[in-house]
């Protein structure tokens, strides 16, 4: 009999009498809504409030009421709260900083010298997004110059990179879906 | 809405109840067989109310005030001009252990005889006449159909865009779902119709295959220039018209897709009386249409196996309704319908979702989404795994991984927003419309409505 086998044996006997909740760890499932995104008349969000107002501090002391109250309290105690976790990207407030005159100043460096004065120097000079730019000003003259550059980089790619390229393209279509 | 209680209407006319205790009945009312005298008499009442809808073929010089004994004769000659039937008669289907067969195992009523599951197999392609196809009863049942699967997706998650919605009612119901259920329930199909073949199969005139060489031996069928018209002629499937799903609910069929096989004002021919413009003459005097200029033709067009195996399920459908009511074709839809297992979130496909879901929380005034890193691996291997969730605040709305910060972030917006559109009310909550009509004893409930999808 092997040494596992034995364990098996012996744990069957002390059977607990309450549910093992170990979930694997895997991503949630699209159909149990969060509870943000329930309607206010969804009854589940009075619990899921209820649950997740225990104080976890006190959760080991105090009996939980239910199996749903104490797996909300163990998955509290387990992850850590959202504000410790690391953005992705800097967290930025919109700012709505630029007047009118900033605009008039941003279209006219743009009109005048557009290999200069390119989105990404604006963006940076005036401390708003490329988006924002883009918003106020273009320049469509050098827009074929730059997609002549472009396509004289590209012809000199080989086989290898080419391909590689455009399969990236072609996955970066599926990360809107579910596959 | 009320049940159709065709028993009290027409006892006379109904064949047996139970057609597996009575399936050798004596007398079968359907049947186009000429026999005895009452039978006669039966079919030429039958045949009265069949043609009722068609056009008489009367000549237009001969009309007179006729008695009713030359009414009769003159009805008994026009039977004995239209065309033999090209399937096999009703008097064949209680004879039938296909047929048998397939009401036993699929479960149909008792009240569902065996010559209406007969002439639910009938394709208008091998017989255009309403009365003996399954046309009349095809429609029905799409409606049907449309109408318990729609309630049912919509109730169930209220929130589903309309492309998506127009994706489910298409996988649960559309033709190819049909034409799969049609095979799963060993429903086969004839090569070619006629009036000596088995009742149990799905009589149709088969479409040549679109990459079968065509008369001139030159080129495939599907290359002819004569090539297949979709939609019905009306403004919204030229070609410059913007067909966008406001376009697509009002005008299209159940799915958003154009219509496909109706008639145009200039195919169809004129009404009776309607005059009529000669080329070649440039006289006042018009001559007045008759019908007998286009007498009921059976050079129908062919059909695909699928389209007559939609239209199959479709009649079926009706016909269980028309025999045996409300609850017995919801009973039938749920059976073979609402059973299939359909992966609603695999439907959806965003192009922007981070944009979709800052657009979202703005829309319902949430704190603005931020995506964080909830665990790594790898990071400096060429295969790493990083997993993002999206928090707005506190919560968490959605979670994804992927092999770049980039393609986890845009996961975790994804899943977030499928979260959103797939939400739904609790099930006893749930209460479709049509389980309250009749003498049902559910009580209604206002169901759920959302405010429609994100628009950005």
């Known amino acids: 009999m092997s040494p596992q086998r034995r364990n098996l044996q012996t744990n069957?006997?002390?059977?607990?009498?309450?549910?093992?909740?170990?979930?694997?760890?895997?991503?949630?499932?699209?159909?149990?809504?969060?509870?943000?995104?329930?309607?206010?008349?969804d009854p589940r969000r009075a619990l899921y409030t209820t649950a997740a107002a225990t104080p976890t501090a006190e959760a080991p002391k105090s009996k939980p009421k239910g199996i749903l109250a104490s797996i909300a309290n163990e998955r509290a105690a387990?992850?850590?709260?959202?504000?410790?976790?690391?953005?992705?990207?800097?967290?930025?407030?919109?700012?709505?900083?630029?007047?009118?005159?900033?605009?008039?100043?941003?279209?006219?460096?743009?009109?005048?010298?557009?290999?200069?004065?390119?989105?990404?120097?604006?963006?940076?000079?005036?401390?708003?997004?490329?988006?924002?730019?883009?918003?106020?000003?273009?320049?469509?003259e050098i827009a074929d110059e730059r997609e002549k550059e472009l396509e004289r980089i590209k012809s000199k790619w080989g086989r290898k990179k080419r391909e590689a390229r455009e399969l990236r393209q072609e996955r970066k279509k599926l990360w809107g879906r579910d596959v | 809405m009320k049940t159709l209680r065709l028993?009290?209407?027409?006892?006379?006319?109904?064949?047996?109840?139970?057609?597996?205790?009575?399936?050798?009945?004596?007398?079968?009312?359907?049947?186009?067989?000429?026999?005895?005298?009452?039978?006669?008499?039966?079919?030429?009442?039958?045949?009265?109310?069949?043609?009722?809808?068609?056009?008489?073929?009367?000549?237009?010089?001969?009309?007179?005030?006729?008695?009713?004994?030359?009414?009769?004769?003159?009805?008994?000659?026009?039977?004995?001009?239209?065309?033999?039937?090209?399937?096999?008669?009703?008097?064949?289907?209680?004879?039938?252990?296909?047929?048998?067969?397939?009401?036993?195992r699929l479960s149909l009523p008792t009240k569902l005889p065996l010559q209406t599951l007969a002439r639910c197999l009938i394709d208008p392609s091998v017989d255009p006449r309403p009365g003996y196809n399954n046309a009349p009863l095809a429609i029905l049942g799409q409606e049907l159909l449309g109408y318990y699967t729609s309630e049912h997706i919509i109730c169930h998650y209220p929130r589903l865009p309309m492309p998506v919605l127009f994706a489910a009612q298409y996988a649960y119901v559309g033709p190819p779902t049909l034409a799969a259920m049609r095979t799963e329930w060993g429903v086969e199909h004839v090569a070619a119709p006629g009036p000596e073949v088995d009742p149990g199969l799905l009589q149709l005139k088969r479409m040549e295959a679109g990459n079968a060489m065509a008369e001139d031996g030159t080129q495939f069928v599907k290359d002819l220039p004569a090539a297949r018209r979709l939609g019905s002629g009306r403004r919204n499937d030229q070609f410059n018209y913007r067909r966008g799903y406001s376009s697509r609910i009002v005008y299209d069929d159940q799915f958003g897709d154009l219509h496909t096989g109706l008639k145009t004002l200039d195919d169809l021919p004129p009404f009776t009386g309607a005059p009529q413009a000669e080329a070649s003459e440039g006289s006042e005097d018009l001559s007045t249409f008759t019908p007998q200029d286009h007498p009921v033709t059976m050079d129908t067009d062919p059909v695909t196996v699928e389209a007559a195996s939609a239209g199959f399920v479709r009649a079926l459908?009706?016909?269980?309704?028309?025999?045996?009511g409300t609850a017995a074709a919801k009973a039938f839809h749920r059976a073979h319908v609402l059973s299939r297992h359909l992966k609603l979130h695999e439907?959806?496909?965003?192009?922007?979702?981070?944009?979709?879901?800052?657009?979202?929380?703005?829309?319902?005034?949430?704190?603005?989404?931020?995506?964080?890193?909830?665990?790594?691996?790898?990071?400096?291997?060429?295969?790493?795994?990083?997993?993002?969730?999206?928090?707005?605040?506190?919560?968490?709305?959605?979670?994804?991984?992927g092999v770049s910060l980039n393609e986890a972030r845009v996961r975790a917006a994804a899943a977030a927003l499928r979260s959103w559109y797939l939400y739904s009310p609790r099930e006893e909550d749930i209460v479709v419309p049509s389980d309250v009509e009749g003498e049902s004893k559910k009580k209604w409930k206002p169901q759920m409505i959302d405010m429609g999808e994100i628009v950005t």
């Not at chain 1, 009498?17 to 008349?41: C, D, E, G």
């Not at chain 2, 039977?79 to 064949?92: G, I, M, V």
């Not at chain 2, 459908?317 to 045996?324: F, I, K, R």
């Not at chain 2, 997993?387 to 605040?393: E, L």
């Open chain 1, 12 to 41: 069957a006997k002390i059977t607990p009498n309450h549910i093992i909740f170990n979930p694997p760890s895997s991503a949630p499932n699209v159909y149990h809504t969060p509870s943000k995104f329930l309607p206010k008349s």
């Open chain 1, 78 to 140: 387990s992850t850590p709260p959202a504000s410790q976790l690391k953005p992705v990207r800097p967290i930025y407030e919109k700012k709505y900083h630029l007047t009118q005159e900033d605009i008039d100043e941003i279209r006219r460096l743009r009109k005048e010298d557009p290999r200069t004065w390119t989105r990404v120097r604006l963006a940076k000079k005036f401390d708003c997004s490329e988006f924002f730019v883009s918003l106020c000003a273009s320049a469509p």
């Open chain 2, 7 to 104: 028993d009290r209407w027409a006892s006379q006319l109904q064949p047996p109840r139970n057609p597996r205790l009575y399936l050798l009945a004596q007398r079968c009312p359907f049947s186009t067989r000429e026999s005895t005298p009452r039978r006669h008499e039966l079919q030429r009442r039958q045949h009265q109310i069949q043609t009722r809808w068609q056009p008489k073929r009367r000549d237009g010089t001969s009309r007179r005030q006729a008695s009713s004994a030359a009414a009769v004769a003159e009805d008994e000659v026009e039977y004995e001009e239209s065309p033999k039937p090209n399937f096999p008669t009703h008097k064949h289907a209680t004879r039938s252990t296909k047929l048998s067969a397939l009401h036993a």
């Open chain 2, 317 to 324: 459908t009706g016909a269980v309704y028309l025999h045996a």
């Open chain 2, 347 to 401: 439907l959806f496909h965003f192009t922007h979702p981070t944009r979709d879901l800052s657009r979202l929380c703005a829309r319902e005034e949430f704190e603005p989404p931020v995506a964080r890193l909830i665990s790594e691996t790898g990071r400096l291997s060429g295969t790493p795994v990083f997993v993002v969730g999206v928090f707005s605040g506190d919560d968490k709305l959605g979670e994804g991984a």
